[in-house]
């Protein structure tokens, strides 16, 4: 279709997405071992680590299937 985003741009998007979490585990594991986080209050800690590494995982398996959809199988699957 002429109206779709290239798959390049797909790729690099989910790529950026995977660097940026990776990223915010990186600085939350700083955070932690630097001892501030005694400050802030460590439920939302937990939920933000929760946060990055579910979008880590997600962009991860997103960039898997992205660049080898013939192992991983179609991205939608139609009924």
């Not at 630097?34 to 800690?45: H, K, L, V």
């Not at 995982?57 to 991205?75: A, C, E, H, I, N």
Request: hydrophobic share 50%; net charge positive.
């Amino acid at each position: 279709m002429s109206g779709d985003c290239p798959r390049s741009f797909i790729v690099a998007g989910y790529l950026i997405t995977l660097i940026g979490s990776f990223a915010g585990i990186w600085y939350l594991s700083l955070w932690f071992s630097c001892g501030e986080a005694c400050t802030g209050s460590p439920i939302q800690a937990a939920n933000l680590l929760v946060s990055f590494v579910v979008i880590l995982f997600f962009s991860g398996y997103m960039l898997v299937k992205m660049l080898f959809p013939g192992r991983t199988g179609p991205l939608l699957v139609p009924h």
